[in-house]
Nanobody, 124 residues
């Protein structure tokens, strides 16, 4: 069992930056791929970025290309989502998810463990 806790969300003006953190507890984290997803009001949850267990491979949604980066520090059981040049359409609850199945997924069903989410609000 893995517990995930996100932090770092908040209110920011368009063009600003935020850094989200996802900290895991309960098991060794370095065998888990981690994904970030987001859900805006009235919309379905969507993929944002993902990172393989080793950190060697990353994946992103086109909407965040060049603006968001993902990284991990397995010694700290943590994964980070650096979000720059934020836009109002980035407003959502952001969730981190983890899975040890060997796949760095881009679909929500590919992840077994989920955090509770952190709210990101970008004002125009």
């Amino acid at each position: 069992q893995v517990q995930l806790v996100e932090s770092g969300g908040g209110l920011v003006q368009a063009g600003g930056s935020l850094r989200l953190s996802c900290v895991a507890s309960g098991r060794t984290f370095n065998s888990y791929a981690v994904g970030w997803f987001r859900q805006a009001p009235g919309k379905e949850r969507e993929f944002v970025m993902a990172i393989s267990w080793s950190g060697d491979n990353t994946y992103y949604h086109d909407s965040v290309k060049g603006r968001f980066t993902i990284s991990r520090d397995n010694a700290k059981n943590s994964v980070y989502l650096q979000m720059n040049n934020l836009k109002p359409e980035d407003t959502a609850v952001y969730y981190c998810a983890a899975d040890s199945g060997g796949i760095t997924g881009v679909l929500s069903y590919e992840y077994k463990y989920w955090g509770q989410g952190t709210q990101v609000t970008v004002s125009s």
